[in-house]
């Protein structure tokens, strides 16, 4: 096990749609240490962090994320930011945050005991309302 | 024991009143090891006050609670719930945990590192003292149950 991060630029910001997803492989399960967020445009927003109901099918030029000790070997979990299909909407969320219209405000939420993914699985950071897009972490224990 | 959590919106009903609810079920002991709170609206003009505490008598008859989820996907189900509706409210804590003065979009994350312990049949309240405009609140919870 080791620790691995990633940010990105979020471009998506449609109400009730998947801004980031975090997805495992089919052979290596992980758990999220770590969630980041901070406005990079002036709009109130809502976003909440949840298990999609269904995963992003066929993700856009997915990234895999980045390990923090040099020495550790390659990760293998990626974030998307488009899908040819889409994360289905959480069933609930286990956070929810609202933030100002004001560039820079934003949220850490961590996790000390990890959110676990299982194989094959996702977590998504989820545009409850339109929002603006936010420049955003993961980091995560794989 | 494992970790749980769930997030909600909730809307303050008014001065004095229960904004959020965590409750145990009468099998299930829990410890309370995180609580946040935000708002995307400003909730000026007048600043609210906003408390966390174990109500004198927990809400009966909750309205559609929901159930915590799992952060580890192996957990079994959990089975602490929340709510923000009751057919009778939770009544005021004689005293609080943690008191904070809401105003504009603040928000707080308070974290208790060796869990604010929940017997059996019990429960936790958000309570608001002093409503400011009654906007939408992002609420969630984290529980090792």
């Known amino acids: 096990m080791a620790i691995y991060s990633l940010a990105n630029l979020t471009t998506g910001v449609t109400a009730a749609t998947a801004a980031l997803e975090v997805r495992s492989t089919s052979t290596d399960r992980a758990a999220l240490l770590e969630f980041g967020a901070w406005l990079n445009a002036a709009t109130a927003s809502t976003y909440g962090v949840g298990r999609p109901a269904a995963r992003g099918v066929t993700p856009t030029s997915p990234i895999t994320w980045l390990a923090e000790d040099e020495n550790a070997p390659a990760g293998t979990i990626q974030t998307a930011l488009a899908w040819g299909t889409g994360p289905t909407v959480p069933g609930n969320f286990f956070r929810r945050v609202g933030l100002p219209a004001t560039i820079g405000a934003g949220f850490l939420l961590a996790f000390p005991r990890g959110l676990i993914m299982a194989v094959s699985a996702s977590v998504v950071l989820w545009n409850i309302g339109t929002d603006g897009a936010v420049n955003t972490h993961v980091t995560g224990d794989e | ?145």
């Open chain 2, 1 to 145: 024991m494992a970790i749980y959590s769930i997030a909600d919106q909730a809307t303050p009903s008014g001065s004095g009143a229960a904004l959020w609810e965590i409750r145990t079920t009468a099998t299930d002991r829990a410890a309370l090891v995180e609580l946040g709170m935000s708002n995307a609206t400003d909730i000026t003009p007048s600043a609210e006050i906003f408390k966390i505490g174990r109500p004198a008598a927990r809400g009966i008859t909750p309205t559609t609670p929901l159930t915590v989820l799992a952060e580890d996907e192996n957990a079994p189900v959990g089975t602490v719930q929340t709510a923000k509706a009751w057919a009778t409210g939770p009544t005021a804590p004689a005293n609080f945990f943690r008191i904070f003065r809401n105003f504009h979009f603040n928000a707080i994350q308070w974290v208790f590192p060796l869990g604010l312990l929940m017997a059996v049949s019990a429960s936790f309240v958000i309570w608001i003292s002093t409503v400011g405009t009654a906007t939408a609140h992002e609420v969630y919870v984290a529980v090792d149950e």
